[in-house]
């Protein structure tokens, strides 16, 4: 099996990806535009290229993990200009389902294939491997770059046509989307009601009315830390977006996760753009009058 694989992207995701791939002892050659991203990711064993049609020469199969859908689509053109063929490129960021089709013709009218692979979990979650892949497209494709999907998650999903990873993707953040802020208010009742958020955590987190959520953004809405993100607000203002508009063209009613995007969408408003979404917790407590000093 060849252990040479390509990195586009290396950002919080992306670059998680290449740092367990490189320590797994695959060959990984990267590239991103953040010369500071690049130069992490050849500290920890990562051949950076010149340019993404230089990673699509390297290697035969390809990972990307890009912010926009514009960085996505010029990628995809980038690889169906350069001189390799044949090639399998496992898109792993969040998109929309127009986006993630359009990414696939571009590089099909090229003789390559795309594969529809977003990954569940947080940046800090992708530091630890504590990743799902949710991959889709092309079955043979998709078992070819499995071993190199494992490389830096603890599960790879096959759901079968390509498109059917972001449909679940987005079903799987609309939990989130939700869980977070139920954490977030449960946690500002506990306060209002004079208990220790700390302690809260603990104690809820042993029982039945546990979440992931509780679990891994608990512990930074009791400390109220909310920098560095593992997600900033930001972004997940792109994926709560995305979902929204799934949810919509499909005429299905979402109003648990309205009601939850109108909170982050607050916590915009408020400042926290470049924090962890998380701080959904300090919307709350302001609405519940409660001063807990500063935030971070």
Same mark, same amino acid.
């Given at each position: $099996?060849?252990?040479?694989?390509?990195?586009?992207? @290396?950002?919080? $995701?992306?670059?998680?990806? &290449?740092?367990?791939?490189?320590?797994?002892?695959?060959?990984?050659?990267?590239?991103?535009? %953040?010369?500071?991203?690049?130069?992490?990711?050849?500290?920890?064993?990562?051949?950076?290229?010149?340019?993404?049609?230089?990673? !699509?020469? !390297?290697?035969?199969?390809?990972?990307?993990?890009?912010?926009?859908?514009?960085?996505?689509?010029?990628?995809?053109?980038?690889?169906?200009?350069?001189?390799?063929?044949?090639?399998?490129? &496992?898109?792993?960021?969040?998109?929309?389902?127009?986006?993630?089709?359009?990414?696939?013709?571009?590089?099909?009218?090229?003789?390559?294939?795309? @594969?529809?692979?977003?990954? /569940?979990?947080?940046?800090?979650? #992708?530091?630890?491997?504590?990743?799902?892949?949710?991959?889709?497209? %092309?079955?043979?494709?998709?078992?070819?770059?499995?071993?190199?999907?494992?490389?830096?998650?603890?599960?790879?999903? %096959?759901?079968?046509?390509?498109?059917?990873?972001?449909?679940?993707?987005?079903?799987?953040?609309?939990?989130?989307?939700?869980?977070?802020?139920? #954490?977030?208010?449960? @946690?500002?009742?506990?306060?209002?009601?004079?208990?220790?958020?700390?302690?809260?955590?603990?104690?809820?987190?042993?029982?039945?009315?546990?979440?992931?959520?509780?679990?891994?953004?608990?512990?930074? $809405? &009791?400390?109220?830390?909310?920098?560095?993100?593992?997600?900033? /607000?930001?972004?997940?203002?792109?994926?709560?977006?995305?979902?929204?508009?799934?949810?919509? %063209?499909?005429?299905?009613?979402?109003?648990?996760?309205?009601?939850?995007?109108?909170?982050?969408?607050?916590?915009?408003? $408020?400042?926290?753009?470049? #924090?962890?979404?998380?701080?959904?917790?300090?919307?709350?407590?302001?609405?519940?009058?409660?001063?807990?000093?500063?935030?971070?």
């Amino acid at each position: $099996m060849d252990r040479t694989i390509g990195i586009i992207g @290396l950002g919080m $995701m992306g670059g998680a990806f &290449a740092r367990h791939l490189a320590a797994g002892g695959w060959k990984v050659v990267g590239f991103d535009v %953040d010369a500071a991203r690049a130069g992490e990711a050849r500290e920890a064993g990562v051949e950076i290229a010149a340019g993404a049609a230089s990673v !699509a020469e !390297a290697a035969s199969e390809i990972v990307t993990s890009l912010p926009t859908p514009g960085a996505a689509l010029e990628v995809a053109r980038t690889i169906a200009g350069a001189k390799a063929k044949g090639r399998i490129v &496992a898109e792993a960021s969040t998109l929309a389902l127009e986006d993630k089709l359009a990414f696939q013709r571009i590089l099909a009218e090229a003789g390559h294939t795309a @594969l529809d692979c977003p990954v /569940s979990g947080t940046g800090a979650q #992708a530091a630890v491997k504590d990743l799902v892949v949710f991959a889709s497209g %092309d079955p043979a494709a998709v078992a070819r770059v499995t071993p190199a999907l494992a490389g830096f998650s603890r599960k790879v999903w %096959d759901l079968g046509p390509y498109g059917n990873g972001s449909k679940m993707k987005f079903v799987a953040n609309h939990l989130v989307a939700i869980h977070n802020v139920a #954490a977030a208010e449960a @946690l500002v009742l506990a306060m209002k009601a004079g208990l220790d958020p700390h302690k809260v955590v603990e104690v809820v987190g042993s029982g039945a009315g546990t979440s992931r959520m509780l679990e891994i953004r608990g512990p930074m $809405m &009791a400390q109220m830390r909310y920098v560095p993100a593992t997600v900033r /607000s930001t972004i997940w203002k792109k994926d709560v977006a995305v979902i929204g508009e799934f949810a919509a %063209d499909l005429a299905c009613p979402t109003p648990l996760f309205d009601l939850s995007a109108s909170l982050y969408r607050a916590a915009l408003a $408020m400042g926290y753009g470049d #924090a962890d979404t998380a701080a959904v917790c300090a919307v709350l407590e302001r609405m519940a009058g409660i001063e807990r000093g500063k935030q971070e």
